[in-house]
């Protein structure tokens, strides 16, 4: 998959509670994947920003001031756990909600993690917690 797809983003526009609102970004190196997040991220009124893992692109998309981030533990070349480590070196309480098929890592206190596959439900309730749990209302 080359990084270069993940330049997409899907505005949800049709939110009522703008302050609902929040960018979320995703890093996973499938496309299913990422189409799947986008599509549940816009359902429950936030704005999903696709973005890939290298150190210039990751420092790029804290640009978008995202209020959590999504992140696959397995991506080519790097572990999720090292992408984190980058963005919480810009961001040390930026929410993580690490996914993977696998035995999750040893998580923070503001981290979750979903095994795969998960569903829409689950993914609005993690979420949620993180959101609410760092002040912050969806």
Sequence with gaps: VSQSRYTRSR???TVANEAKNK???IIDDSPAM???LLEMVSNIGHSGQLIGWTLEELKAGMDFNPSLA?????LPGIHGTDVVACLRSINADLPIIYISGDVPPILEEHDR???KPF???DLRQ???ALLVGNGRII
């Design 70 to 74: 999504i992140v696959d533990l397995h």
């Design 34 to 36: 990422c189409d799947a």
């Design 119 to 121: 569903s829409a439900a």
């Design 11 to 13: 505005d949800t526009t």
């Design 23 to 25: 960018t979320i970004l």
């Design 126 to 128: 993690t979420i949620g």
């Design 113 to 115: 993690y979903l095994m």
